[in-house]
């Protein structure tokens, strides 16, 4: 693969100074093209990321979709693998990631399960969705805004990797709970449902397929934990989207109320 890098690796960052520096130590046996694409941090995560080789687009965040397709555009690789700040590659993802793209077939892009820790300890079970973190340069685009998503045209070949990458998302419960606070603010993609669905069924089934289908309880207590917080998320969004829909229903009446009040227009 003369003239461009066989592979860029995309991250993403913000004040990501204390762990962004292990992020691109674990991709360096790679030797990729590294582009972080920055949404203005305030503490050194350029400075580090600079100081291991990286090329970093700085560029104010509207949405993730957004900063990933920035990436993708600022990229010359031939694959490019989306990786984030909290999380790391290790040896044995690395040589899959190798494997496939050196006889990729038919393969345009790969799934990534991620390993997650909480309380200090990886969650083996407790519920991961895999998503596409591998693909080959001009295969689709991002689209979504908290969840984004890479879409590829119909048909396209993607397999999944056996390896995981390893993710540190909180690293107190604190954190948790204010990430979990900011994604539900921005979160759309779901349509309501009623009540009894959004803030009971809902939230019901997402505890139980991370803590018993996925067998969440094998982790522990962090595994419960794990699985009632993405059951909580679901219910978060859930009030949160009542909690809109009533202060969207006030401010309309209190707009028809106004107009009321002011009477017909007078004649001149």
């Given amino acids: 693969m003369s003239g ?3 592979l860029t690796v995309m991250v993403l960052a913000r004040d990501a100074e204390a762990r962004i520096g ?16 920055d949404d ?10 600079e100081a291991r080789g990286a090329r970093v687009i700085t560029h104010p965040m509207a949405d993730f979709a957004q900063q990933r397709n920035l990436a993708i555009d600022g990229s010359s690789g031939d694959w490019i693998m989306a990786v984030d700040s909290d999380e790391t590659a290790p040896p044995e993802l690395l040589a899959e990631v190798r494997q496939l793209i050196a006889n990729p077939g038919a393969v345009v892009a790969a799934r990534i399960s991620l390993l997650n820790h909480l309380l200090g300890r990886p969650l083996w079970h407790a519920e991961d969705r895999p998503a596409i973190r591998l693909f080959r340069r001009g295969a689709g685009r ?74 969440g309880f094998r982790d522990g207590i962090a595994g419960f934990a794990w699985s009632v917080f993405t059951g909580f998320y679901m219910f978060l969004l859930g009030v949160k989207r009542i909690e809109a829909r009533q202060a969207a229903a006030r401010a309309a009446e209190g707009r028809a109320g106004a107009s009321s009040q002011a009477g017909p227009p007078e004649d001149r």
């Fill in 4 to 6: 461009a890098p066989w």
């Fill in 22 to 37: 292990a992020c691109l130590d674990s991709l360096a046996p790679l030797g990729a093209e590294i582009v972080v694409v």
């Fill in 40 to 49: 203005q941090s305030r503490d050194r995560t350029i400075a580090v990321a």
């Fill in 142 to 215: 991002f689209a979504g805004g908290t969840h984004e998503k890479l879409e590829l045209p119909d048909g396209a070949a993607v397999v999944k990797l056996r390896h995981r990458l390893v993710h540190h998302p909180y690293p107190t419960i604190a954190d948790l709970v204010r990430k979990q606070n900011f994604y539900t603010d921005r979160d759309h993609g779901l349509p309501e449902h009623g009540a009894l669905h959004d803030l009971v069924l809902l939230p019901g089934r997402r505890f139980l397929s991370s803590y018993l289908r996925s067998q």
